[in-house]
């Protein structure tokens, strides 16, 4: 899932786009570069399943993004 939610969010750079209401999202670090960027999460929750990573989201290069209520 992680390369799967990484290529949406860069692919979606500039737009306001929205995750699957309450939807559970298994990743193992997404990091990912956007800009102008907003994303809904909508009850929408990410997992991580990398033990001992520093985080499970990871923005490397971006500017103005907004994250609506992550989880």
Do not use: C, K
């Not at 559970?24 to 670090?29: D, E, G, L, N, P």
């Not at 956007?34 to 033990?51: C, P, W, Y």
């Not at 990573?53 to 490397?60: D, Y």
């Amino acid at each position: 899932m992680t390369d799967e939610l990484r290529a949406f969010l860069e692919a979606n750079s500039g737009r306001h786009v929205s995750l699957a209401p309450n939807g559970v999202y298994q990743v193992t670090q997404l990091s990912f570069t956007a800009s102008d960027l907003t994303v809904d999460f909508q009850g929408a929750r990410l997992e991580g399943s990398l033990i001992g990573a520093a985080g499970i989201l990871r923005i490397v290069a971006g500017t103005n993004i907004v994250l609506n209520d992550p989880s």
